[in-house]
């Protein structure tokens, strides 16, 4: 029905959603939802649209064309998708169902009948791991206590039906002593997994509990104790029964996860991997490449260590640590035989799809690879997120690509890294104040995480606020590893102040750079753009690409590269890789 539903019973359900978790940190589209659902209230149907939505709620004046400005569209997927999530994770009955149909403004509020759904049918319930605490663990330390945290992760978010709570964010509760229904407030969960590992000489013990989080009640809990030699060898064993009885728990239907064989060596070698790659530094992923190849020489079947290889490759090749080439040639190959070995594994898939939007320009083939290793795992939140970075926004496909950022973001709340992400996706848009706020909270969630300066100066050099992007320029420049790019953004925003001197020696100082080490042609690229050198930047845009540059992948959307648009050896570029046609925010 439309709006036959008792009015008292509409608002009381939308108080509830406008204050859930699953809503807190999303104003415009709280904003969105009271203004549909109260003009249908008040029989208003006839201006619940495009136009009056841009102009009452977005902010947009009187002259919006929808043709040329999607928001409205963008922000109703948006809020279909946060509603989906929302009624997914929040397990209080209710009467009244608020409802977006796809294509239309117009909410429609569904009475339903009796409670919860019941065990066993399509519903999705949340849950959360927190990191089991470690006790008495010799050698290894967090390693192994972390390795069953996040082998549980993993195992749960290939269970149709099961909706986990990202690595990252989970992690945040290490050590956590604070409250449960506050935790999965701010994880949008309803269910917490807790627990503890302890190891005494051979013998290893899990404790693992469910708590429902609305009523902290305790739903389930058991211990695990082996005899083993070695306690790795069966942690996966002890995973799979822990994941086989909270799918019987949450779900109410009989699992099919099987522990497999696992050498406890090989095992051990992975996880230290991870334990590397986790930390993201140039030294670190080289120690986790060293402790996967490891694993492998133990193992040439383990297909996770392959993945690992892939992903640490993809994560050097992107952030300029590698020769591109020969990274994603070497991630291909690794991630190719980790599907080979184990085609129920998402990882590969989205390892693949990512090479081929970054190194292949095969566009399509990539979100064909990211599509299938969600149809294995709804709850990767990799798969969500590099879609919509690497693969929908550089298309500006700009609708699917916000609503998969909220997909991930939904999966991983506390990730600085998918915050900066979604900001870039606010920036290509030119969305400067949406991207603004994304970009400071992924600072404010993580203080130290360098890369969300870069991109609130971009965003703040397009905004016209150049005095602060210069501060947040200067920040970044002053923090470890500034790339090219960050000198090249410098290079923009002193020429825009008129400090033609300043932005002249930093671009010679990269050009100095360039001949004695080496200078990504794109960086370089970028600090001629700058200065208006037109064909210089042209130049070094044409060896970027001839080098498979990954920052090439934002060359249609990115609003850097407007004054090239229209310069037919620009427009080569974008048909080389095959972004011809893409129409960026004008």
Known sequence: MSVAGP????????????????????????????????????????????????????????????????????????LRARLREYYEAELPPVAIRIDLPKGAYVPVFVPVAGAMPAAGTDRVVSVAVLPLVNIGLDGDHDVV????????????????????????SAFQYRGWSGDLRGIASTLNVAHIVEGSVRSSGSQLRVTARLTDA?????????????????????????????????????????????????DPRTHLEYLKGRHFWNRRTPTSLAQSLDHYGRAIDLDPTYAPAYCGVADTLLVQATNEQADAVEAFTRATRYATRALELRPDLPDPLVSLGAIASLYEWDWEKGDALFRRALVLSRSAPNAHYLHAVV??????????????????????????????????????????SDAEDALRAAHHLDPGFHGAWFWLARTLAEAGRLDEAFDALQARLAAPSPNARVTAAMVDVLTRLGRHAEAQDHCAG????????????????????????????????????????????????????????????????????????VAPPT
């Not at 997909?407 to 400067?432: F, K």
């Not at 370089?524 to 130049?539: K, M």
Request: proline letters at 6%; glycine letters at 6%; hydrophobic letters at 40%.
């Open 7 to 78: 009015k008292e019973q509409v608002r009381d359900e939308l108080g509830r959603i406008l204050n859930s978790a699953a809503f807190a940190r999303a104003e415009r589209l709280r904003q969105l939802l009271r203004y549909v659902v109260e003009q249908a209230l008040a029989g208003n149907q006839h201006l619940i649209k495009e136009w009056t939505i841009a102009v009452e709620v977005c902010g947009r004046k009187p002259s919006f064309d929808p043709k040329v400005d999607p928001i409205v569209r963008v922000d109703a997927a948006r």
């Open 145 to 168: 206590s972390d390795g069953i945290t996040e082998e549980l992760i993993g195992q749960l978010s290939r269970v149709p039906g099961l909706r986990v709570t990202a690595r990252t």
């Open 391 to 432: 693969n929908l926004a550089p298309r500006a496909l700009w609708e699917e690509a916000l609503v998969s950022m909220d997909s991930a973001l939904a999966l991983d709340p506390l990730s600085p890294v998918l915050h900066r992400d979604l900001g870039i996706i606010q920036y290509e848009r030119g969305q400067w």
């Open 214 to 262: 609305e009523s902290c009640t305790i739903r389930w809990s058991e211990k695990y104790e082996s005899n083993s030699a070695s306690a790795l060898a069966i942690q996966e064993d002890i995973c799979a029964q822990v994941v086989r009885a909270l799918e019987r728990e949450l779900l109410g239907r009989p699992s099919s996860v099987a522990s497999r064989p696992i």
């Open 510 to 581: 990269l050009e100095e750079r360039a001949r004695h080490g080496p200078v990504e042609p794109l960086g370089l690229a970028l600090a001629h753009l700058g200065l208006g050198h037109h064909a210089r930047a042209l130049d070094l845009l044409e060896l970027a690409c001839r080098s498979r540059a990954p920052g090439l992948y934002q060359l249609a959307v990115d609003p850097v590269y407007r004054p090239l648009r229209g310069d037919p050896r620009f427009s080569t570029l974008l048909r080389t890789m095959g972004l011809e046609g």
